[in-house]
């Protein structure tokens, strides 16, 4: 018994059966920041229903930020100052966040 069942883990391991996964990773989303030459953005990141993550970026940085629920989670940018309470969110995508 125990052969056949060994067996059977193996063949089902070398055709690529998995089980499925409980909860998909979050990913990394690409943000840049388009400020004047000297200046600085300021990301207000809103990571699931009450987490946020502030992120500075110095003008001309591109940088791959993790742990994002991209289509899902947004965030807000402003320049000079970090963003205000109350500010436009914009939902975080997969190509290009400024």
Known sequence: MRIYVTALAAAA??????????????GTAPFGCDARPGGTCFFKLF??????????LKSG???????VDIGKDRYCVSAKEPPVPKCAKTVINATYNH
């Open 13 to 26: 391991l070398l055709a690529g059966v998995a089980p499925p996964a409980a909860h998909a990773d979050p």
């Open 47 to 56: 990571l699931g229903p009450r987490a946020t993550r502030m992120v500075q």
């Open 61 to 67: 940085m591109k940088v791959g930020i993790p742990g």
